[in-house]
């Protein structure tokens, strides 16, 4: 059986479906994540490409260079700014898909690791059972 998910930003002018099981899933503490989301940490499930489509509205991208030199696109809603996903220079076959914007049931994957710890809140602790990486993971997976 095929696993189809779809989810899209507040206003609803942007939808995504995904196929399958996600490649990755990681909480992530970096800076880039709460700048991006306003929170502490950002969700990121991460699809083979072809697993993800955009299905309504169009994207708008922004792109920036991380410290570590290698760039990071983010695609988000012209009209309510929501941050759907974004792709990454060194993962370059993967989709990111922000966790929270599924539809119900939002949290359907199952939380791998947390990534950037050593930029989370004291106050935040790390749920049991997860692998913890203080900054960059050292592997992708793959
Ligand atoms: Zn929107
Ligand atoms: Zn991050």
Not at 29 to 54: E, N
Not at 78 to 105: K, M
């Amino acid at each position: 059986m095929t696993d189809v998910h779809v989810g899209g930003c507040v206003c609803d002018a942007l939808r995504y479906r995904t196929v399958g099981a996600p490649r990755r899933v990681s909480a992530c503490a970096c800076r880039w994540c709460q700048k991006r989301t306003g929170s502490a940490l950002g969700i990121s499930v991460y699809f083979d490409k072809h697993a993800v489509s955009f299905t309504r509205g169009k994207l708008k991208s922004y792109r920036l260079v991380s410290d570590a030199g290698r760039w990071i696109e983010s695609a988000f809603c012209p009209n309510c700014g929501t941050t759907v996903g974004w792709t990454l220079e060194f993962l370059p076959d993967f989709q990111g898909i922000a966790g929270g914007t599924f539809d119900e049931p939002a949290f359907w994957y199952r939380l791998e690791r947390f990534v950037y710890a050593r930029s989370k809140p004291d106050w935040l602790a790390i749920p049991d059972g997860l692998e913890v990486c203080q900054g960059m993971p050292a592997s992708t997976g793959r």
